[in-house]
């Protein structure tokens, strides 16, 4: 399974765009990129996946390089109840299925 | 979105005690679910793929004879700590994906373990 890399803590005003970066540097050809949010206390959530260039969805975009060693989640204007853990995945096919195997995660802290 | 629901949120058991947590998949069958365990402060620790009608597999380090998992239908995973120690406690996930390549997995609410 490729090893992510996150940045431990992040802190934003309300309002602000938001922008946490992944490196995964052996990514392999099949391999998605699957970015999860994790609230105290409960399971995480599925945000976004995308494979290459740009994903969109109604709370988050995912950009993904060409070289596909990193990418960059993207939160639009982000408020309070965004604060969280951010789980950046990269995952393999083993047997007709992925297991999901998490890093250490981006602690999101929006300020007021 | 597809719902994986476990049970029970949170338990306290006596050191020595076994504990069962049961994680069904509401409206989708999941021939798939993983189990983690995540301590205070740390990322989600992969415990085992629970696949349906046969054996569990278990991630390298964790006793399958202390964390027994049973997945005996498509909608329901259920995973054992036997002979519980103050050690134990911990919050479990477990979560399900539908479908097999590459698609999203479907987390459960967690359920907090605290062993006294």
């Known amino acids: 399974l490729a090893k992510t890399t996150q940045p431990i803590s992040m802190d934003s005003y309300e309002g602000q765009e938001v922008n946490i970066t992944c490196s995964h540097n052996n990514i392999a050809t099949n391999d998605y990129i699957t970015w999860y949010q994790q609230f105290p206390s409960q399971g995480p959530r599925f945000i976004i996946q995308?494979?290459?260039t740009k994903v969109t969805n109604e709370v988050a975009s995912l950009f993904i390089p060409a070289d596909r060693k990193s990418s960059t989640l993207s939160l639009p204007r982000v408020s309070l109840s965004d604060t969280a853990v951010y789980y950046c995945l990269v995952g393999r096919d083993s047997g007709g299925y992925q297991k999901v195997t998490f890093g250490t995660g981006t602690k999101l802290q929006v300020i007021p | 979105g597809a719902v994986v629901s476990q049970h029970p949120s949170w338990v306290i058991c006596k050191s020595g005690t076994s504990v069962k947590i049961e994680c069904r998949s509401l409206d989708f069958q999941a021939t798939t679910m993983f189990w983690y365990r995540q301590f205070p402060k740390q990322s989600l620790m992969l415990m085992a793929t629970s696949n349906e009608g046969s054996k569990a597999t278990y991630e390298q380090g964790v006793e399958k004879d202390k964390f027994l998992i049973n997945h005996a239908s498509l909608t329901l995973s259920t995973l054992t700590v036997t002979s519980a120690h103050p050690e134990d406690s911990s919050f479990y996930i477990c979560?399900?994906?539908?479908?097999?390549?590459?698609?999203?997995?479907?987390f459960g609410q967690g359920t907090r373990l605290t062993v006294v």
């Open positions: 995308g494979y290459k």
């Open positions: 979560s399900a994906r539908v479908g097999q390549l590459n698609t999203e997995a479907f």
